[in-house]
């Protein structure tokens, strides 16, 4: 069983700049959560996409966006980047929406904003 | 206001120690809780998981979480720490039709001395 995969590992972007972060779901997984991770603090919610909607959006700016394709990978776009997005972003996959499905969480894309 | 609070950022136990790390929280519907642990460069594993029914739950490697509703904490134990217990420790909640959305705390750092 494969599990969840990112891409990259890790990447160094300039304020202003562009990014975009891709997420493979573990397989017969359906469901994509993002987090962003600020160093020395917990996971905080981005998004959820569930069968290629968003199901539901944390406190985040609209220049956070999504995608879900129908294979169930995700990427995680953000535009007009800022210091403060440098982070580790998560990406978590599960067999459902709803929080009885454990999510399983991937290894991260460590971003760097200079 | 949603929230986990996880009054310990870092603990030192002995190998063979008992340990316990806190976790309080808030949450205006039944809340589903989690402790995830997180190692270097890594991304979170589930150590276990309480939605309802008996307040003391078993997980993985040896860990067991108490649920109290009347303190609202819901506090990690392993009776005996090994040396491979060292890693970051953390404490979630999300509720039914929530979008998949967990709430995590700053974290534990625990460290185990030989």
């Known amino acids: 069983e494969t599990g969840v995969t990112q891409s990259p590992t890790h990447l160094i972007k300039t304020r202003g700049q562009q990014v975009t972060l891709r997420c493979s779901s573990q397989s017969g997984h359906n469901t994509v959560s993002w987090y962003q991770q600020a160093l020395g603090q917990g996971p905080q919610f981005i998004f959820q996409y569930y069968r290629e909607e968003e199901n539901g959006r944390g406190n985040f700016p609209p220049r956070f966006s999504g995608l879900q394709f129908p294979n169930y990978s995700s990427e995680l776009n953000v535009n007009a980047l800022e210091l403060d997005d440098s982070a580790l972003y998560l990406c978590?996959?599960?067999?459902?929406?709803?929080?009885?499905?454990?999510?399983?969480f991937g290894d991260g894309t460590r971003l760097s904003i200079l | 206001a949603q929230s986990v609070t996880q009054p310990d950022i870092h603990i030192t136990v002995s190998e063979g120690a008992s340990l316990e790390l806190r976790c309080n929280y808030s949450y205006g519907a039944t809340p589903y809780l989690f402790w995830y642990v997180q190692s270097p460069g890594q991304g979170l594993q589930l150590l276990l998981k309480y939605f309802s029914g008996d307040t003391l739950v078993q997980g993985i490697k040896g860990f067991e979480a108490e649920f109290k509703r009347s303190q609202s904490s819901f506090n990690l134990r392993k009776p005996s720490v090994h040396w491979s217990d060292a890693a970051e420790y953390f404490c979630?909640?999300?509720?039914?039709?929530?979008?998949?959305?967990?709430?995590f705390g700053q974290g534990t750092e625990l460290s185990v001395k030989p």
């Open positions: 979630a909640v999300g509720g039914l039709n929530q979008g998949g959305k967990l709430i």
């Open positions: 978590a996959s599960s067999s459902g929406q709803g929080l009885n499905q454990p999510q399983h």
